[in-house]
């Protein structure tokens, strides 16, 4: 680690600001992701401002949403009673990523941000374009077992990590964030997250010094018949090869309504909502569920480890709507 | 730290793990991959368990922080330690204090009836007393054992919840 200096605010607006004066400075949460790659030299910020004592930790549950404080942890948003009855996608999101330990730590707005895994970006001799813009990707013609098919391009094939992030997807929450001039703006989550293409390093839709201070996730009533399926190298504490977030709002034996989001495939947490217009109307067979499961990889692109990640994807998918269709919400 | 307050100056980049064991001399707590993989440095901070390899020790300031130094009370073993003694829950032992402190928030947790990710509905309040093994080990998963001690490991987390009474 490269020395830093350590600051610790009171108020959302003084660590807005003190981290947009300082061009290296960088917002300390959980430090899951932060500090793992500060002591690779990945990320080396001259500044870290600890955002965890801002007031931000707060879950506030009404009629119309669940407000979601950004310092809140993983664990507090999955084991929170309304989040498991009315949106069980995203608990089960979240209790499938990481461990206990880790889940604890980590808040939502730091799982929002987290970096990708991919061993080329965690390697500072490797070339990167998302570390390093314009170096290169090793990873297009080196191990890439886990990289995604979904949302690539030429200059990236990093995977998005997070399994929260794909629950979020499917659930259409707005992220609220403190501008270090004193304004609040509202991002709706889809727009959140870029696919690398030509800029890879621009991964997040905020400005130096911009703070998330809360997410809004609105109410849905079809979400009480959600699902979150991940398919992994082994059964616990390991990142998706793929997984799939699905909602599925059944009149009878058709479909009213469906919503995927896509994991362990995509550059970005994938939403497909091509699928979803396919689905309506349609009956909840196995057979349809597997129609739309190849509409959502018809644009995939594999590379020389990871093509084996297309048809499991398919069959997350078909699984995972099985298993809402299925379920007694 | 354990019921003790300690005021540190310290270096920005101390871990909280480095500072309990190099600086205050409780070594109690083990430095495996120091990276946020094994689980070796868990600590109980703030009444939960998490990673002191990736905690900054300045991110600890006025905080409560339980190591394995912390948990008897004198000779008395808290029932987790004694469980791990009855079940032989350890071989070479350095993974043992992360694993205890793990499970001592494990059933904790379940006590509070919070669902894991191998519970079949996460609407559902768990119950210690009818927890399987499976659910055990998931809720574990964050500590492994290079000695691979897990099914005693599972055998004390089981008596605790199960029959602490005995111990």
């Known amino acids: ?329 | 730290m354990n019921d003790t307050d300690y005021e540190l100056s310290a270096d920005s980049r101390l871990t909280l793990l480095d500072a309990l064991r190099e600086v205050l001399g409780l070594t109690g707590t083990k430095k495996g991959c120091d990276q946020g993989a094994c689980g070796a440095c868990t600590v109980i901070v703030e009444g939960q368990r998490v990673l002191s390899c990736l905690t900054l020790a300045a991110a600890c300031d006025g905080q409560h922080v339980v190591t394995i130094e912390g948990l008897a009370r004198g000779d008395a073993l808290h029932p987790v330690q004694a469980a791990f003694l009855h079940c032989d829950g350890f071989q070479c032992g350095y993974c043992t204090p992360g694993q205890i402190l793990s499970a001592v928030c494990a059933v904790q947790e379940v006590h509070a009836g919070v669902p894991s990710h191998v519970t079949r509905d996460v609407r559902q309040t768990v119950n210690s007393a009818t927890l399987t093994d499976e659910e055990i080990r998931e809720r574990m998963s964050g500590n492994l054992c290079r000695c691979g001690a897990y099914p005693n490991i599972v055998a004390a987390v089981r008596q605790v919840l199960h029959d602490p009474l005995q111990l």
């Open chain 1, 1 to 329: 680690m490269i020395p830093f200096s350590f600051e610790r605010m009171a108020r959302p607006s003084d660590a807005a600001s003190i981290v947009a004066t300082h061009p290296g400075a960088m917002f300390l949460a959980g430090g899951t992701t932060l500090v793992d790659l500060m002591k690779v030299d990945v990320l080396t910020p001259d500044t870290v401002v600890d955002v965890r004592h801002l007031g931000l930790s707060s879950i506030d549950v009404s009629d119309q949403a669940i407000t979601v404080g950004a310092a809140v942890t993983n664990s507090q948003l999955a084991w929170h009673p309304v989040v498991r009855d009315r949106f069980p996608v995203l608990s089960e999101a979240i209790l499938s990523g990481a461990t206990t330990q880790i889940r604890n730590m980590a808040t939502v707005a730091g799982n929002m941000l987290q970096r990708t895994r991919c061993c080329y970006f965690r390697d500072v001799h490797a070339f990167c374009n998302r570390r390093k813009p314009g170096s290169g990707c090793d990873a297009l013609d080196g191990f890439n077992r886990s990289h995604a098919v979904l949302g690539v391009s030429e200059h990236c094939i990093a995977t998005h990590p997070s399994d929260m992030c794909v629950a979020l997807a499917v659930l259409d929450p707005t992220v609220h964030t403190l501008r270090p001039d004193g304004t609040t703006r509202s991002i709706p989550f889809r727009e959140f997250h870029a696919a690398p293409g030509a800029t890879p390093h621009v991964e997040m839709a905020l400005t130096h010094g911009e703070l998330i201070t809360h997410i809004v996730i609105p109410h849905l009533p079809a979400a009480r018949r959600s699902h979150y399926l991940k398919v992994r190298d082994r059964a616990s504490y390991e990142f998706a090869l793929a997984s799939a977030a699905v909602v599925l709002d059944l009149d009878g034996e058709t479909i009213r309504g469906a919503r995927l989001g896509l994991g362990g495939i995509a550059t970005k947490p994938w939403r497909a909502v091509e699928v979803e217009r396919s689905l309506t109307g349609r009956r909840a067979t196995d057979d349809v569920f597997r129609d739309a499961a190849e509409i959502a990889l018809a644009g995939a692109v594999a590379r020389k480890h990871n093509h084996f990640k297309i048809e499991l994807a398919k069959r997350t998918i078909v699984r995972a709507f099985a298993t809402a269709r299925n379920a007694n919400p």
